[in-house]
């Protein structure tokens, strides 16, 4: 079975970095696209980026200047980093995996339980 | 980016209930949308892809339709389990979500 786990700091100052980690097991993360979102207090919902099978990446332009999805694939984990934090950042943040057909990432199929960053001084 | 107008952003309803869940994007999106469910536990699951295909072991009384820019989910007979926030993602482009739909218990 697939599962994905995040791990990560609860609490971030502003003006701080964000590194998050999220572990799957079940499934070769050199498979498939691999994706963060997060969800705002409040219920708003947004896609952050992904990395694929090969390492390719792609970002939420509103994002672009201050994020990065990298991996790990010997540990079978990807990670987000989100730099520049501030309290708007302030979210639970999801790691996912995407429904890949071999043409096109569709949907988000698995996902991991989310962990609650409050970003504050 | 293309912006997703979910209604209603709350819904009371009560078992056995026929309920239905809209969502109309800025602009046309190719039937590529999809519907989540998220449990008061903060779990998430999708229930249909592409417009209208069901997610693997999803109930049958989940359904999807639309076109162009409208698109809904129908809940043909509200189960205990079903009381939950919902979803829709569009992924024409860039994917962006609707602001939700809280369905509750009348």
């Known amino acids: 079975e697939v599962q994905l786990q995040e791990s990560g700091p609860g609490l971030v100052k502003p003006s701080q970095s964000l590194s998050l980690t999220c572990s799957v097991t079940?499934?070769?993360?050199?498979?498939?696209?691999w994706g963060w979102i997060r969800k705002f207090p409040g219920n708003k919902m947004e896609w952050m980026g992904y990395?694929?099978?090969?390492?390719?990446?792609s970002y939420n332009p509103s994002l672009r200047s201050r994020i990065s999805i990298t991996r790990d694939t010997s540990r079978n984990q990807f990670f987000l980093q989100l730099n520049s934090l501030t309290t708007e950042d302030t979210a639970t943040y999801y790691c996912t995996r995407y429904y890949y057909d071999g043409y096109y990432p569709h949907y988000f199929d698995y996902w991991g339980q989310g962990v609650m960053v409050t970003v504050s001084s | 980016d293309i912006q997703m107008t979910q209604t209603p952003s709350s819904k009371p309803a009560s078992l056995g209930e026929r309920v239905t869940i809209s969502c109309r994007a800025s602009q046309g999106i190719n039937n590529y949308l999809n519907w989540y469910q998220q449990k008061p536990d903060g779990t998430i699951k999708p229930l249909i892809y592409?417009?209208?295909n069901l997610q693997s072991g999803v109930p049958s009384r989940f359904s999807g339709r639309g076109s162009g820019t409208d698109y809904s989910l129908t809940i043909s007979s509200l189960e205990p389990e079903d009381f939950a926030m919902y979803y829709c993602?569009?992924?024409?482009?860039?994917?962006?979500f609707g602001a939700g739909t809280k369905l509750e218990l009348k």
């Open positions: 592409y417009t209208s």
């Open positions: 990395i694929s099978y090969s390492g390719s990446t």
């Open positions: 993602q569009q992924y024409d482009s860039s994917p962006t």
């Open positions: 079940g499934y070769s993360i050199t498979s498939n696209y």
